[in-house]
């Protein structure tokens, strides 16, 4: 049981450049989400998901996209990469139980030149 | 805006010591709350949850919740020098997708 795994863990980004971080969760989970962390701060919500071919955005969802194509994955799309987008990037899963946690993914770490 | 804000920190306490971590929250219908703690580089992980008004327990470790002051704290007993880490406190608003909304994160070091 793996839980939530991220692809890449590292990832140099030219400005204007586009790329695809993964994420994947063998849960079962129906809820994913997106956050990323800028340093010395907190996470923030980029977007979410509620299950397969269900996606909105979350309080910063500006030069990303998502799709949900599968219960388990839930990729994150950069185009255009540019400097502000340089963060650590989490992705998590949970389910609709109210008493259940959010499980995290060991992260992604981007930085734009 | 939901906002949640955390003491901002650095905070040294001695080993043994109490440690205390405090977070107040601004949406009055938040109905879960967290205690995540994030040592550097590495992923969050969850250590309370707490859901009713009063104390939590689990080992060295108390969380306390109040909803009519909207305050949420941690207790750490027995500080340990690997205890040092960042905790982030997070809220569940009532009819939301469970998103969590974090606060920015207080910085603990245990000094041996």
């Known amino acids: 049981n793996a839980g939530v795994t991220q692809t890449p863990k590292f990832r140099i980004l030219k400005i204007g450049q586009s790329m695809t971080l993964q994420c994947t969760q063998d849960?079962?989970?129906?809820?994913m989400y997106w956050y990323r962390q800028d340093p010395g701060m907190g996470l923030k919500l980029i977007y979410y998901s509620v299950g397969a071919g269900i996606t909105d955005k979350g309080e910063v969802p500006n030069g990303y996209n998502v799709s949900r194509s599968t219960t388990e994955d839930f990729p994150l799309r950069l185009e255009l990469a540019a400097p502000s987008q340089t963060s650590v990037y989490f992705c998590?899963?949970?389910?609709?139980?109210?008493?259940?946690?959010?499980?995290f993914g060991p992260g992604t770490r981007l930085t734009v030149l | 805006q939901k906002e949640v804000e955390q003491n901002s920190g650095p905070l040294s306490v001695p080993e043994g010591a109490i440690a205390s971590l405090n977070c107040t929250y601004s949406d009055r219908v938040s109905q879960s709350f967290f205690w995540y703690r994030q040592y550097s580089g590495k992923s969050p992980e969850l250590i309370m949850s707490?859901?009713?008004?009063g104390d939590k327990e689990d080992g060295r470790f108390t969380a306390q919740l109040n909803k009519a002051s909207q305050y949420v704290s941690l207790l750490i007993r027995d500080s340990q020098p690997s205890d040092s880490a960042t905790y982030l406190c997070?809220?569940?608003?009532?009819?939301?997708?469970?998103?969590?909304?974090f606060g920015s994160g207080t910085q603990l070091t245990v000094l041996p």
């Open positions: 997070a809220v569940i608003s009532s009819g939301s997708a469970r998103q969590l909304t």
């Open positions: 707490i859901y009713s008004n």
């Open positions: 849960m079962n989970h129906n809820y």
């Open positions: 998590a899963s949970t389910t609709r139980a109210q008493t259940d946690t959010q499980y």
